[in-house]
C-alpha cells in the first residue's frame, strides 16, 4: 500500500528494518502510537519509519491513514530536520488529496502544499537573479575597465568611449531593479516561511 502514497522514493527505506519493527510493535495501532510519540518529541526519522510502517500493513482504516500521510507531509515539510524534503512532502500531500479529496486533512494538506510550491518557486526566482545580476555586475565591471582604457586614448576611438558610456547606464539601472526585485523576493519568501512555521507550529485536528 506504501508504494501508492510514497512513491518511488518511499521504497528507498529499509523495509526490512520496517517489517522487523512491525513484528515487534505487533499490530496497526501500536505502529501509529510509537509514530505518534516519536512526532510529538521531534524524532521525525523514527515518526516516519513507524508512519510508513503502518502504509505497509495494508490498513483499510481511512481516518487513520490521511493522519498518516498528512502527518509524513509534515514531517518531510519540517526545516531543519534531517528528514526535510520538500518534494517528498508535495508528492504525500498531492496523493493525500488525490486519493482522499474530502478527508478531513484534504485542506491543511493543500494548504501546506501549495506554501511548498511557492517557497521553491521563489527559491527559484531569486537564484536565477542571483545569477542574472552576478552576470550584470561581471559585465558592467569589464565595461567600466574598458572605459578606463579607451578614456586614455585619443582620436578615432572617441566613438568608442561614447557608445560604452552610453551603454553603462542602462546597465547601472538594471542592477538597481533587480537589487530591489531581491529585496522584494526575499521579504516575501520570509513572510511565507513565517507562515509555514505558524501552519507547522498548529496540531492537525
Not at 30 to 39: A, K, L, W
Not at 53 to 72: F, M
Not at 140 to 161: H, K, M, S, T
Request: negative net charge; hydrophobic residues 35%.
Amino acid at each position: 500500500m506504501s508504494d501508492r502514497f510514497l512513491g518511488s522514493r518511499g521504497r528507498r527505506a529499509n523495509f526490512g528494518a520496517l517489517l522487523l519493527m512491525a513484528s515487534i510493535l505487533g499490530g496497526c495501532q501500536s505502529t501509529t502510537r510509537v509514530g505518534d510519540h516519536y512526532y510529538a518529541n521531534g524524532r521525525y526519522p523514527e515518526a516516519a519509519a513507524a508512519y510508513q510502517v503502518y502504509l505497509e500493513s495494508g490498513t483499510s482504516d481511512k481516518d487513520q491513514t490521511t493522519r498518516t500521510l498528512y502527518r509524513l507531509g509534515v514531517i518531510f515539510a519540517t526545516p531543519g530536520s534531517s528528514t526535510y524534503d520538500p518534494q517528498r512532502s508535495v508528492e504525500i500531500l498531492d496523493q493525500l488529496m488525490s486519493v482522499y479529496p474530502g478527508s478531513l486533512y484534504a485542506a491543511e494538506a493543500r494548504l501546506l502544499r501549495n506554501l511548498q510550491v511557492e517557497i521553491g518557486n521563489l527559491e527559484q526566482e531569486l537564484t536565477a537573479d542571483r545569477v542574472r545580476l552576478t552576470e550584470l555586475s561581471v559585465d558592467l565591471a569589464e565595461r567600466e575597465n574598458e572605459l578606463a582604457v579607451l578614456e586614455q586614448q585619443v582620436g578615432d576611438r572617441d566613438d568608442q568611449i561614447l557608445t560604452l558610456q552610453d551603454s553603462i547606464p542602462p546597465l547601472r539601472i538594471e542592477i538597481r531593479e533587480l537589487i530591489r526585485e531581491l529585496v522584494s523576493k526575499q521579504q516575501e519568501l520570509e513572510q511565507l516561511e513565517g507562515l509555514k512555521a505558524i501552519d507547522l507550529d498548529q496540531p492537525p485536528p
